[in-house]
């Protein structure tokens, strides 16, 4: 095929294939492109024929693709990047009158604790932009930003896509929450022998934080597990329990009241929140305005610069 024959191949009908590459279902495809499902169907009888291949093929619930498509997709992601890149490398960004939709990935911890003065800064700065928040940990960051379902992601995170950015914000280390009014700071033996409760995204009741007592032959009891940092002050007032949680979530909940923080009874490592992009959205005017917010409110004042 050469140049002159690409007029024939729409460039919708490749972002179709792309999503449903990684969807694998034409509702689901349909859902994320804001099309019909007869319209996806219909896209995908005209790839087919374009590549005459059948693309996909019907395995239970999903749809596989054949050797073919997967050739296709990775010859056809790195070309929709730079056609991304060049057209939004045209486009001036005026964040005082934008109408642009930003879609992030952030951590509960994050949300709660980081979010609400970058939002001000934003509404200062960008009274039209909106944007869509979705609840992103390690194990939902890579699907998240490989699917184009975030522009970025704030979060603690390990293995990311081979196109992703990845900057450290900051360098958190866990601080001690509790309710009660008992003076001094607490004992290991205090901090072993109290119950303890956990955030977690999903239901466990160890961490980190028992990894490393059981390097020291101790170990401490988890009585409450929750998913969100938000209701957790609330939960320990009036109760012995025991928070170990990042410090910046430690510092928003005292401000509260009723709480008081203080450092752990043995060591603990400190451990890394990252800023992650997808590369095409490297040089985006309004992709580059919107990390940088995030690096200015969200980061500690080490990591400027």
């Known amino acids: ?12 009908m490749l972002i179709v294939f792309e999503t449903l590459m990684h969807e694998r279902s034409v509702t689901r495809a349909a859902e994320k492109l804001f099309l019909g499902q007869p319209a996806i169907s219909a896209a995908l009888g005209r790839l087919r024929n374009l590549f005459n291949d059948p693309l996909f093929v019907r395995s239970g619930r999903s749809m596989e693709p054949t050797a073919r498509a997967r050739e296709i997709f990775a010859l056809l992601t790195p070309a929709l990047d730079s056609i991304s890149s060049a057209v939004s490398r045209a486009t001036d960004f005026n964040p005082a ?3 642009a939709v930003f ?29 869509v928040v979705r609840r992103a940990n390690y194990l939902l960051m890579p699907g998240l930003l490989a699917s184009g379902e975030i522009s970025v992601g704030v979060s603690y995170t390990e ?8 900057k450290v914000l900051r360098r958190s280390v866990p601080r001690l929450l509790r309710a009660d009014s008992i003076p001094g700071n607490l004992s290991l033996d205090d901090y072993c022998n109290r119950p303890h409760a956990l955030v977690s995204f999903a239901g466990d009741l160890s961490g980190f934080i028992d990894e490393e007592l059981h390097k020291l032959g101790r170990k401490r009891r988890v009585v409450l597990a929750v998913p969100q940092f938000s209701g957790l002050g609330a939960l320990l007032a009036g109760t012995d329990l025991l928070a170990s949680i990042p410090d910046y979530t ?8 009723g709480l008081r923080v203080e450092n752990l009874p ?23 305005w919107l990390r940088s917010r995030i690096q200015m409110f969200c980061a500690d004042p080490d990591s400027l610069g």
């Open 103 to 131: 879609r992030l990935g952030l951590s509960d911890d994050v949300e709660f604790a980081l979010l609400p003065p970058l939002l001000r800064r934003l509404r200062a700065e960008a009274p039209g932009v909106t944007l």
């Open 266 to 288: 043995l060591p603990a490592p400190s451990f890394e929140l990252h800023m992650v992009w997808p590369g095409v959205q490297d040089t985006d005017p309004a992709e580059r």
């Open 97 to 99: 009158t934008s109408q």
């Open 159 to 166: 293995e990311l896509p081979a196109n992703a950015k990845r």
């Open 1 to 12: 095929m050469n140049r002159n024959d690409l007029r024939r191949v729409d460039l919708n």
């Open 250 to 257: 430690a510092s928003v909940l005292q401000a509260g009241g």
